[in-house]
């Protein structure tokens, strides 16, 4: 089959089922971009939720309220399955995988891929070497690849590591054309103003220590990114290459496919997104991303991270996939009213 003969073919199949055209909204959106994704049909959804940890240098400025052992407390938590997010995955028997690619401890959590304990403080010096920042690429396209061989078709993004708000926001301010420092929010010091403003400072002085340095998406990385954005931008183009869709979750994963578009924009072309963050630079995320606000399925105030509406995208998504394969289509129906017609003015002719 033709790849246009396929096209045509996927959408008819969501535009085929017996209901008022377009009324079942950005899920019918969504499968018709997942269909297109994968080029061939797929009758089984087999999907994984891949979670990218680090540590981040620049919480030794002063920029988050936490302590930062957490990112490592709650990785554990993720990988015994006891986090929001791997609940989430194990009520609905998504499987689901924790990657280290740079948590301050000795050991690692989960799959070891750690390249440091922690980036540097960006706010001092470059948040990774050149050589750091392609371990972190390869270390997202690797999780792909072998998702890819397990037969898995749809992804979810999710990461953790205390700091990643301030990072995510340097990297899209670096991104955006008027490097708009208020992208930055509270991140999950709620109300905590003092520490906004002080956020804000850091990245606006690392806009200018890096001025002329930051002149693409892999050089805004490796300066004031980390670990995990990085690690995430390097899986959204293997996504891309290996024809796996996949759902983003808020800030974090946004800002990680804004670089991964950057990149290489055909990366949009599999970008499913899940909700909208309360963080105000989630908006500017997006357009860079080439996403609508209103194409985005969930509005719930989540601000938890971890992937955890990446997870609740992909169970609607299930739900309308098991739709599109199961319901009654237009073409049915007028079948059968065809067939009952013909059936009465055969009965009228003999009667």
């Known amino acids: 089959m033709t790849e246009d003969k396929y096209m045509k073919q996927a959408i008819h199949q969501v535009d085929n089922l017996a209901k008022p055209p377009g009324s079942l909204g950005l899920l019918e959106k969504q499968a018709k971009k997942v269909l297109l994704a994968w080029g061939q049909f797929h009758k089984d959804l087999r999907p994984k939720h891949l979670i990218f940890a680090a540590d981040n240098g620049v919480v030794h400025s002063g920029v988050v309220a936490q302590l930062a052992d957490i990112t490592y407390m709650q990785s554990r938590h993720m990988v015994e399955g006891t986090s929001a997010v791997t609940c989430f995955c194990r009520s609905q028997h998504i499987p689901y995988a924790v990657i280290d690619v740079g948590i301050d401890?000795?050991?690692?959590?989960?799959?070891?891929?750690?390249?440091?304990?922690?980036?540097?403080?960006?706010?001092?010096?470059?948040?990774?070497?050149?050589?750091?920042?392609?371990?972190?690429?390869?270390?997202?396209?690797?999780?792909?690849?072998?998702?890819?061989?397990?037969?898995?078709?749809?992804?979810?993004?999710?990461?953790?590591?205390?700091?990643?708000?301030?990072?995510?926001?340097?990297?899209?301010?670096?991104?955006?054309?008027?490097?708009?420092?208020?992208?930055?929010?509270?991140?999950?010091?709620?109300?905590?103003y003092k520490l906004l403003f002080h956020k804000r400072r850091v990245i606006a002085d690392a806009m200018k220590r890096y001025e002329g340095q930051l002149t693409s998406p892999e050089a805004i990385l490796r300066c004031v990114g980390g670990f995990d954005l990085a690690a995430l931008c390097g899986a959204m183009l293997a996504c891309a290459d290996e024809r796996i869709p996949f759902y983003?979750?808020?800030?974090?994963?946004?800002?990680?496919?804004?670089?991964?578009?950057?990149?290489?924009?055909?990366?949009?072309?599999y970008a499913l997104p899940s909700h909208i963050s309360r963080e105000p630079g989630m908006a500017q995320a997006l357009r860079l991303c080439g996403i609508d606000e209103y194409d985005v399925p969930i509005t719930a105030g989540l601000s938890l991270g971890e992937g955890t509406g990446a997870v609740l995208g992909v169970i609607l998504l299930k739900t309308m996939m098991y739709a599109v394969w199961h319901m009654a289509t237009l073409d049915g129906i007028n079948q059968e009213a065809q067939n009952r017609y013909d059936k009465r003015q055969g009965d009228a002719q003999h009667g």
């Open 248 to 269: 983003i979750d808020g800030f974090i994963t946004a800002t990680a496919l804004a670089c991964a578009v950057a990149i290489d924009p055909g990366v949009g072309d």
């Open 105 to 192: 401890s000795e050991d690692a959590v989960g799959i070891d891929r750690k390249i440091a304990r922690g980036t540097r403080d960006f706010a001092k010096e470059p948040a990774m070497s050149e050589e750091q920042f392609q371990q972190a690429l390869a270390a997202g396209r690797e999780q792909v690849e072998a998702a890819k061989a397990e037969g898995i078709n749809l992804l979810s993004f999710g990461e953790m590591g205390i700091g990643n708000t301030t990072t995510s926001a340097a990297v899209l301010t670096a991104l955006s054309p008027k490097k708009m420092t208020w992208l930055s929010g509270f991140g999950s010091a709620k109300g905590n």
